[in-house]
Structures are given as C-alpha cells and as structure tokens.
C-alpha cells in the first residue's frame, strides 16, 4: 500500500483508534474492582471522620462496623426500607428522583458509649456537586461532626470546604430553635454558614468561606435539605 495515499492513512489511523480503544477497555476492566474498593473504603473513612475516628483509607474496612452499628435505608415517611442495603445508595442518583421515591441512608454508630447518628450529603456548589456527612449526638439536635468534598470548586475559595477549619466550626451546632419542641418543620433550622461571621453565641451559624459565597451557599442548602426529611424518623425514634 502507497503509504503517502489517502487510503495509507485512513486505514493506519483507524487500527491506531481501534488498539488504543481496547486497550484503555482491558485497563479500565482490570482496575474496575481496585476502584471500587477504593471508592467504599474512602466512603467509610468519611464516616467514621464525622465521629472523630480517624484511620487510613486502607484500614477504614476493618473498623467500620466496631463503630457503625446500623445501617439503615429509610422510606420518605420515616419508615425503614428492609429491603434496601444502606450502604449501596447512591446519593448522585437517589437526589434526582422525586423526594417521595428517595431513599435516604442513615448510619447509627457507637463510639464510647455514646450514639450518632450519620447522615449522607449531596448538593450543589458554585461549578459542580458537592457531598459529604453529617453526624448528630444522641440528642439528634447537636453536630457531632462533619465532612465535605467536591467536584470543582475554585481551589483557595470554595474548595476550603475540605480544610479542617472549616469543617471543625459545626462542631457543637444544633439544628432546632428549641430542643424541647420537637422535631417540626417549624423548630427546624438547620445549621448555615453566615457571610461576614457567625455572631458570638449563634448556635446555628458558622463563618462563611471568604470570597466563596456561592460554595457556603451551597454547602448550606444541602444541609438543610437532606437533613429536612429525616426529621419524620427523629420525631418517630
């Protein structure tokens, strides 16, 4: 074949495509289960970090259930799904369902004698999604802790929802007006990020990231939004 034709070419370039293609297949195959475990040990590291349990990836497996003593799928009226293994939702998918068709995964966990209670996170940030977890003491009122990722946020503004500092603010927060009024729409208020500075005192703000209002924004309306439809289970339990 006249290597300086058309048909040299067309022919050289479609082999090159066609070996390129299986082979990003057979490589993508062969990590396809190193990548998933990685992805389920990093999901229950991020769990266990909301209790203050702080291991490797690589060990989060072996400890997960010392501490995470339930898991449990619940149904939009507080009922729990029996069918369902917590674990395996996907918050991605589970979110653009109806919220009356969503599950929504909540993990009880013991640590010291004492219970929390974890819920997953999904929302939106200024470029793409955000995640993370939510754990609440036994009261199901005060934060226990919290963890947040994204996808891409503006790294230095919007990103520093990963730092410590501002994950650690939520510490101690509570999410209802009055503690003895229960678990109603009306006494729910969640816990939100305040632009300019949380005041002294203000049991439900914390300081907002400077210069990444939409992010804080973000990170605030996924919070009030999951945790809005536990509060059925909360009242129930």
Do not use: C
Request: hydrophobic share 40%; aromatic share 10%; no cysteine.
């Amino acid at each position: 074949m006249n290597r300086n034709s058309n048909l040299y070419t067309f022919t050289f370039s479609s082999i090159l495509v066609i070996v390129v293609a299986l082979i990003l297949a057979f490589v993508s195959q062969a990590t396809k289960s190193r990548y998933e475990s990685n992805i389920k040990k990093e999901k229950m590291q991020s769990i266990l970090a909301t209790i203050g349990v702080d291991v490797d990836r690589s060990q989060a497996a072996k400890v997960f259930d010392n501490y995470v003593k339930q898991k449990l799928a619940l149904n939009a009226d507080g009922s729990v799904n029996k069918n369902v293994n917590a674990f395996n939702i996907d918050m991605k998918k589970e979110i653009k369902k109806d919220p009356k068709k969503q599950l929504y995964p909540i993990y009880i966990a013991e640590k010291d004698g004492k219970n929390f209670y974890i819920i997953p996170l999904y929302g939106a940030g200024l470029w793409d999604a955000i995640w993370g977890y939510i754990s609440l003491n036994a009261d199901k009122n005060t934060v226990a802790g919290t963890i947040f990722d994204h996808k891409g946020e503006t790294p230095g503004l919007g990103a520093q929802i990963t730092e410590k500092w501002f994950q650690n603010q939520f510490k101690g927060k509570t999410i209802l007006k009055d503690p003895k009024a229960g678990f109603t729409n009306n006494n729910f208020i969640s816990v939100r990020t305040v632009k300019g500075g949380a005041k002294v005192g203000d049991m439900h703000g914390v300081d907002a990231i400077s210069g990444g209002t939409k992010t804080s924004n973000g990170v605030n309306n996924m919070i009030k939004e999951r945790l809005a439809h536990y509060l059925i289970y909360f009242k129930n339990n």
